[in-house]
C-alpha cells in the first residue's frame, strides 16, 4: 500500500513520482486483462450421403393366368425427409433400391394396375389408371411406406393426384435420363434407365414413347447435322457460282 507524504515536506520531483506510481497502480488493478469465453458454434447440419447410381431391375407383374400384365424396368432412388431418433431434428436420407433384394406385386385391372416393390423395411408402391377414353395411362398414384433405424416412428407417405409417365395404350413410357419425380414435400423419387407399361402387354414392351428429356437430346444432334448440312450446301453453292463467273471471262476466238 503506497503512504501519502504530506504536501509541504514534498519536492516538485516528488510529488510527479507519487503521482506517476498511483496512476501505474490503478492502471494495472483496474485493467487486468480478461479472457474472453469463445461462444460454441453448432456446426451445420450433415448433407445427405448421397450413394452412387442405382441398379436397373426388372419388375414385371403377373396376373391369375400367370400371364405378365405389368412390365417395368427401371432403377430408382429415394429421397426421404424425417426426424432423427437419434439428432432429435429433420434429416435427409438418400436410398437406393437393390433389384436383388426387391420382392415384386401387384396387380392388374382393366383400368388400374400397382405395382409393389418392397425391401427390408421400405415399401414403395406404384399406381397407374388408364382414360378409356383416350386411350392413355399415367402413373396416378406413389406410396412410400418406410421403418429406418433412426426413425422416431414409422413413415407413410402418398400422393395419388400424380400425372407422371403418361403413355398410350398398347405402348410403352421410356425415360433414359434421370428424372425425379416430386411426391410430397417429403418424399421424391428419382428414376434412371426407366421403361414401363402397365397396359396392353402382350409378351413384350410396345413400341416406346419417350419422355421430353430424352426427346431434347436427340433434338440437339438433329439442329447440329441440320446446320452442318446448310453450311455444305452453301459452300457447294459458292463454289459454283465462282466457277461459272470464272468461265464468263473467257471470249472464244
Same mark, same amino acid.
Given at each position: 500500500?503506497?503512504?501519502?507524504?504530506?504536501?509541504?515536506?514534498?519536492?516538485?520531483?516528488?510529488?510527479?513520482?507519487?503521482?506517476?506510481?498511483?496512476?501505474?497502480?490503478?492502471?494495472?488493478?483496474?485493467?487486468?486483462?480478461?479472457?474472453?469465453?469463445?461462444?460454441?458454434?453448432?456446426?451445420?447440419?450433415?448433407?445427405?450421403?448421397?450413394?452412387?447410381?442405382?441398379?436397373?431391375?426388372? =419388375?414385371?407383374?403377373?396376373?391369375?393366368?400367370?400371364?405378365?400384365?405389368?412390365?417395368?424396368?427401371?432403377?430408382?432412388?429415394?429421397?426421404?425427409?424425417?426426424?432423427?431418433?437419434?439428432?432429435?431434428?429433420?434429416?435427409?436420407?438418400?436410398?437406393?433400391?437393390?433389384?436383388?433384394?426387391?420382392?415384386?406385386?401387384?396387380?392388374?385391372?382393366?383400368?388400374?394396375?400397382?405395382?409393389?416393390?418392397?425391401?427390408?423395411?421400405?415399401?414403395?408402391?406404384?399406381?397407374?389408371?388408364?382414360?378409356?377414353?383416350?386411350?392413355?395411362?399415367?402413373?396416378?398414384?406413389?406410396?412410400?411406406?418406410?421403418?429406418?433405424?433412426?426413425?422416431?416412428?414409422g413413415l407413410v407417405i402418398k400422393n395419388n393426384t400424380l400425372n407422371y409417365m403418361v403413355g398410350?395404350?398398347?405402348?410403352? =413410357?421410356?425415360?433414359?435420363?434421370?428424372?425425379?419425380?416430386?411426391?410430397?414435400?417429403?418424399?421424391?423419387?428419382?428414376?434412371?434407365?426407366?421403361?414401363?407399361?402397365?397396359?396392353?402387354?402382350?409378351?413384350?414392351?410396345?413400341?416406346?414413347?419417350?419422355?421430353?428429356?430424352?426427346?431434347?437430346?436427340?433434338?440437339?444432334?438433329?439442329?447440329?447435322?441440320?446446320?452442318?448440312?446448310?453450311?455444305?450446301?452453301?459452300?457447294?453453292?459458292?463454289?459454283?457460282?465462282?466457277?461459272?463467273?470464272?468461265?464468263?471471262?473467257?471470249?472464244?476466238?
Amino acid at each position: 500500500m503506497i503512504s501519502i507524504i504530506p504536501k509541504q515536506n514534498m519536492s516538485a520531483g516528488a510529488i510527479f513520482s507519487l503521482l506517476l506510481a498511483l496512476t501505474i497502480h490503478q492502471t494495472l488493478t483496474t485493467n487486468v486483462p480478461t479472457t474472453a469465453a469463445t461462444p460454441e458454434t453448432s456446426s451445420p447440419p450433415a448433407s445427405p450421403v448421397t450413394p452412387g447410381p442405382p441398379e436397373r431391375g426388372n =419388375y414385371n407383374v403377373t396376373n391369375a393366368n400367370d400371364t405378365v400384365c405389368l412390365l417395368a424396368r427401371m432403377a430408382l432412388q429415394l429421397n426421404i425427409s424425417f426426424i432423427s431418433s437419434s439428432k432429435g431434428k429433420p434429416v435427409q436420407e438418400v436410398l437406393n433400391l437393390h433389384p436383388n433384394l426387391v420382392k415384386v406385386s401387384g396387380s392388374c385391372e382393366s383400368d388400374r394396375a400397382s405395382l409393389i416393390l418392397t425391401e427390408d423395411n421400405i415399401t414403395l408402391t406404384f399406381g397407374f389408371s388408364l382414360n378409356s377414353t383416350s386411350n392413355k395411362y399415367h402413373l396416378s398414384g406413389l406410396e412410400l411406406s418406410a421403418a429406418l433405424p433412426d426413425m422416431t416412428k414409422g413413415l407413410v407417405i402418398k400422393n395419388n393426384t400424380l400425372n407422371y409417365m403418361v403413355g398410350t395404350l398398347g405402348h410403352s =413410357y421410356m425415360c433414359q435420363k434421370e428424372k425425379t419425380l416430386s411426391v410430397t414435400q417429403d418424399f421424391s423419387l428419382n428414376t434412371f434407365q426407366l421403361q414401363v407399361q402397365p397396359f396392353g402387354v402382350k409378351g413384350d414392351f410396345g413400341a416406346a414413347e419417350e419422355c421430353e428429356l430424352d426427346e431434347d437430346d436427340m433434338l440437339i444432334p438433329i439442329i447440329v447435322g441440320a446446320a452442318l448440312a446448310v453450311l455444305v450446301l452453301i459452300v457447294i453453292l459458292a463454289y459454283l457460282i465462282g466457277r461459272n463467273r470464272s468461265h464468263a471471262g473467257y471470249q472464244t476466238i
